[in-house]
């Protein structure tokens, strides 16, 4: 696995603009990001099983389909994919709208695609942040197109203390964030973090036993952008 493979280089997306924007959909008056999973999405945990493989041995589903359940080699989380249907979870992530997001660079939030700029640019937010977003820093988070950058941070105003952003110019993959297994007793490994996700890079021998539950890149060429200024151009744009 090659860690300077650009996710950039996909710059025909599925939901790109030019081919219409995927539905949109609204829960209680609030937009529902793209990546958010829905209620009618949750599909059971296949069973987890030791096998060999052309790097050594790791995880594999017992009953595993090889290119819906692998990406680049590592075995990922399975999920359904009815978005819309149940009720939406907000504050969860789903692995391969995720994974999706990031392979195209689209829009976290209305998933259309976010190439298009003049600079050739593209906006992240990265929450938590202090500071400006430090070059080459990893990150789960997909990026996020203007109006959308807007609507959320006119909707949700603590967001615009806590957030960070940034334009970027280049996202080389690093790794994928997920579920660790021992690689003696095949029982899952859960890490100090909230959602109990390590970040694991394509060169570590851990990858082979990790279940992915997204795509992690690296953010590179930042320049970091005074989102009151960004969203006021945006917002005169849009008027
Ligand atoms: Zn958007």
């Known amino acids: 696995m090659s860690e300077t ?98 392979a195209h660079l689209l829009c976290q939030v209305c998933g259309t695609s976010t190439f298009g700029r003049d600079d050739e640019r593209h906006l992240f937010l990265v929450q938590g942040e202090e500071g400006p977003i430090a070059e080459g820093e990893k990150t789960t988070s997909p990026p996020i197109c203007e ?10 105003p603590h967001l615009r203390k ?24 095949l029982t899952p490994i859960l890490s100090d973090e909230r959602d109990g996700l390590t970040l694991v890079g394509f060169d570590d021998p851990l990858i082979r036993w990790t279940l992915a539950a997204r795509s992690v890149i690296t953010l590179n060429e930042c320049t970091t952008v005074d989102l009151e200024l960004e969203l006021t151009t945006v917002q005169r744009k849009l008027s």
């Open 5 to 102: 493979m650009s996710v950039a280089a996909a710059s025909k997306a599925p939901g790109a603009k030019e081919g219409g924007a995927p539905r949109q959909h609204y829960w209680r008056g609030l937009h529902v990001p793209f990546i958010a999973p829905w209620s009618g999405e949750s599909m059971p945990l296949g069973t987890i099983v030791r096998r060999p493989g052309p790097e050594g041995d790791g995880i594999a589903y017992a009953d595993e389909y090889g290119r819906a359940d692998r990406r680049h080699g590592v075995l990922w989380l399975r999920a359904g994919v009815t978005r819309g249907r149940g009720k939406p979870f907000f504050a969860e992530v789903h692995a391969l709208r995720q994974r999706q997001a990031m």
């Open 147 to 156: 109006p959308c950058a807007h609507e959320s941070l006119r909707s949700c």
């Open 162 to 185: 806590g957030a960070t952003a940034a334009l970027v110019g280049y996202t080389p993959y690093w790794g994928v964030a997920g579920i660790v297994y021992d690689p003696i007793t």
